[in-house]
């Protein structure tokens, strides 16, 4: 059975949130989705990252198929912030999931649509489209799989020492964000061939 992949999902991604300037303290606003210029989604957010308890809450309102009426989503997620080696701070969110009635709380970077919430890539259960693509991914260097950052995870299980984050923690981080960096290249490279596709066929 194919699994849906990160490309095809809803998402929110801390590098966006950054951009927009709502790590700075209490802001609230809105996210929109589109799919070939048409609307697929919005959803309205508030984050806090001034408070001794940072979180981020979301609000929405969902429809299952063949119901006329919608549900409304009061959702929060907890944040964390880790200190950078040259100063600075970087944001998370822990994933407030449960999958086998096990909770997840993994720092995450980026939340995917997991059924009627939003959580991390695991309990979404989400793939890589660029998974199955071969030629196309050496452009932006070697992608390290999600399994190889789980186990750079583990090693790391000790994540500062007398205050600074250790260097096998710091080696993760830098690893993961490498590694979604590429993917998002990929998924950028995969959108403007689908285009180049599309505008060939109406000429």
Known sequence: MTRYTVEQSKRIELSWLKSKNFLEGYRSGNIKWSMNENPTGNINIVVDTFSEDPNIKLTYKIRKQREEN?????????????PCRFGGKKWFFICGLFKNNKYCGQRVRILYEAG?????????????????ISGLAKQFGRIVSFPEIEKIREKAKRTHYNGKLTKKYLRYLRI????????????????EKV???KNNFRK
Do not use: H, P, Q
């Not at 919608?70 to 959702?75: A, L, M």
């Open 176 to 191: 993961e964000e490498k590694s979604e960096d590429s993917f998002v290249g990929i998924s950028m490279l995969l959108t």
């Open 116 to 132: 009627n919430y939003f959580g991390c890539r695991k309990c979404a259960n989400l793939s890589y489209e660029s998974c199955n």
């Open 70 to 82: 919608w549900t409304d989503i009061n959702f929060s997620l907890k944040m964390e912030s880790l």
């Open 195 to 197: 285009k180049r596709i």
